[in-house]
């Protein structure tokens, strides 16, 4: 297959907001998009809070908190530790910074806007050139059906630090949500798409399971990055998971998940070099290469590296 | 008369508070009621803000800014300059741990709290020990009347820095507003008011104004700190609003103004002592003394000064 002109990236969180940060390097805003969760989405403290929107948006910025591993960078924390002394809800640590972000777009939601154009106006306020596609402007909301009952998503992630067995997710509103137009109008003509290493769970199914979403990019050659390494999630509770839904916590488990669940969406699949010794037991074209993101050449060098495997993919 | 057991005090903002700090050193929670304007009240980032109670909280649990002179001790502003940058209005300079106590309001509020109940919740949470009461939990609303036309309220006083020439106001809601039970129970068996030195025309007038409060008050024997110091009000537009409304600027005219709109209100009238010529000049028992609050010690003496004077006043 030839080198993609025009991709399409989708990102959860932070995991695979490192990778994006690599492709908008390489990339110019004609030639990829970024295709983003909004099941993680909630309403707390009155305001609209976009989980992974933001962490695709502090790092496209480079101002996410390095220190912390989210958030953004150069954050305090008066409000929220005030709003605690004065009895308020603190679990979900929003910092001072991060407060304004929420309050911007919820300010915009209530003028009228769509998320996707209240994104835009934050992102282009911030620097950031590319695009960045909430996957709906319709609610999509994860539910974590767990040990302790069902969990909306920040509940379960935050508040409760993913210490709940997990049994199984659904997405309400997904099959009624409309597949952002801006990303329909994209998928018509992009010849690639990326796949992150985010969640398969919580973050990449409640993108790709959007109505409309499989059938669009069907015909497109598709490639995914393991969010697994060495039986381990880089970042966040994808593997803590698997075992709990009885799943190997190993990449060749994602690819099997993803063949499972979604057949013939993958076209290759990318997973660590430290798993090089799974690529015969991926029943996929797959590569090994460095896939742990420590530095933004590291985040240059995977985009890159997942932009080369197309043309080495069969045709 | 004898010396008040049981005293309202009346306030606006900062510099009615320091005035109620002292009185709340002196005087028991039993002993003593703040009554607090609301009229400067207004929704701002979906946030309902109330100044006048917030800076008497702040002031009561010594938790006011004394370098800013408004908002909160320690106070930082992450949040709102971050606001600005993308995008949001930040004439309102909203601090991380103030924007803490507007959340909490507003969360209150949003489960049913009235005002004085989400109130009672906040300054208990700050260790006050006094009872709060905004003279109303209905919505109030001072309209500057001024020469770029009618203005809300911290539109006037904060946007535009006070800078339009006043010809009047308008405190929208105040004669349906009603006047908070807890104020008329406490009016019930009170036997002292106390106007703190705030300003006469956009603090103390919407307080009472309220209906029924000058009924319930017209036996209860009231004195008055005067703003205006030597020309000057201490704090605020007061001196600037008189000159536009074609007052003098001078404790004589606030005295006045008080006698010809709310005749018989007062018993009593106090003065800087810097302004000691003109005892003479107003037509009520009038002292002077050291009304200029800049140390603790001076907001305390102030306050014992203003209740040895009730046993001075005539029968």
């Given at each position: 297959?030839?080198r993609p002109?025009?991709i399409?990236a989708i990102t959860?969180?932070v995991g695979g907001a490192k990778l994006a940060l690599g492709l908008s390097k390489i990339l110019g805003?004609?030639q990829v998009?970024f295709?983003?969760?909004?099941?993680?989405?909630?309403?707390?403290?009155?305001?609209?809070?976009?989980?992974?929107?933001?962490?695709l948006?502090?790092a496209l910025?480079q101002?996410n908190?390095q220190?912390?591993?989210?958030?953004?960078?150069?954050?305090?924390?008066?409000?929220?530790?005030?709003?605690?002394?004065?009895?308020?809800?603190?679990?979900?640590?929003?910092?001072?910074?991060?407060?304004?972000?929420?309050?911007?777009?919820?300010?915009?939601?209530?003028?009228?806007?769509?998320?996707?154009?209240?994104?835009?106006?934050?992102?282009?306020?911030?620097?950031?050139?590319h695009?960045?596609?909430?996957?709906?402007?319709?609610?999509?909301?994860?539910?974590?059906?767990?040990?302790?009952?069902?969990?909306?998503?920040?509940?379960?992630?935050?508040?409760?630090?993913?210490?709940?067995?997990?049994?199984?997710?659904?997405?309400?509103?997904?099959?009624?949500?409309?597949?952002?137009?801006?990303?329909?109008?994209?998928?018509?003509?992009?010849?690639g798409i990326i796949i992150c290493p985010s969640?398969?769970?919580?973050?990449?199914?409640?993108?790709?399971?959007?109505?409309?979403?499989?059938?669009?990019?069907?015909?497109?050659?598709?490639v995914a990055v393991s969010p697994i390494v060495a039986?381990?999630?880089i970042k966040?509770?994808?593997?803590?998971?698997?075992?709990?839904?009885?799943?190997?916590?190993?990449a060749?488990?994602?690819?099997?998940?993803?063949?499972?669940?979604?057949?013939?969406?993958?076209?290759g699949f990318v997973i660590d070099e430290s798993d090089g010794?799974?690529l015969?037991?991926?029943?996929?074209p797959t590569v090994a290469t460095q896939s742990v993101m420590k530095s933004l050449k590291d985040r240059i060098a995977l985009a890159e590296r997942c932009l080369a495997f197309f043309s080495e993919l069969?045709?």
């Amino acid at each position: 297959m030839p080198r993609p002109q025009k991709i399409l990236a989708i990102t959860g969180g932070v995991g695979g907001a490192k990778l994006a940060l690599g492709l908008s390097k390489i990339l110019g805003p004609e030639q990829v998009l970024f295709a983003v969760n909004v099941a993680d989405d909630f309403t707390h403290l009155g305001l609209h809070i976009s989980p992974d929107i933001d962490s695709l948006t502090y790092a496209l910025a480079q101002e996410n908190n390095q220190e912390l591993g989210w958030g953004r960078a150069g954050e305090t924390w008066q409000f929220i530790d005030t709003l605690g002394s004065l009895g308020g809800e603190d679990w979900f640590r929003l910092g001072d910074k991060d407060m304004a972000l929420h309050t911007r777009r919820s300010q915009l939601l209530g003028q009228g806007a769509t998320l996707t154009e209240a994104t835009a106006e934050i992102i282009q306020r911030m620097g950031i050139k590319h695009t960045v596609a909430p996957v709906s402007d319709d609610p999509i909301r994860t539910v974590v059906q767990s040990d302790i009952g069902e969990l909306a998503f920040q509940h379960y992630f935050v508040r409760e630090q993913c210490a709940p067995a997990v049994s199984g997710f659904r997405f309400d509103g997904v099959h009624s949500a409309t597949l952002n137009p801006v990303i329909a109008a994209w998928l018509t003509d992009c010849d690639g798409i990326i796949i992150c290493p985010s969640n398969p769970f919580v973050s990449v199914a409640p993108v790709i399971e959007v109505h409309g979403f499989l059938e669009a990019a069907s015909h497109i050659p598709t490639v995914a990055v393991s969010p697994i390494v060495a039986g381990t999630a880089i970042k966040g509770p994808a593997a803590k998971m698997m075992q709990e839904l009885n799943i190997p916590a190993s990449a060749v488990a994602v690819a099997e998940h993803y063949q499972r669940h979604y057949p013939g969406l993958l076209n290759g699949f990318v997973i660590d070099e430290s798993d090089g010794e799974s690529l015969d037991a991926i029943a996929l074209p797959t590569v090994a290469t460095q896939s742990v993101m420590k530095s933004l050449k590291d985040r240059i060098a995977l985009a890159e590296r997942c932009l080369a495997f197309f043309s080495e993919l069969p045709t």
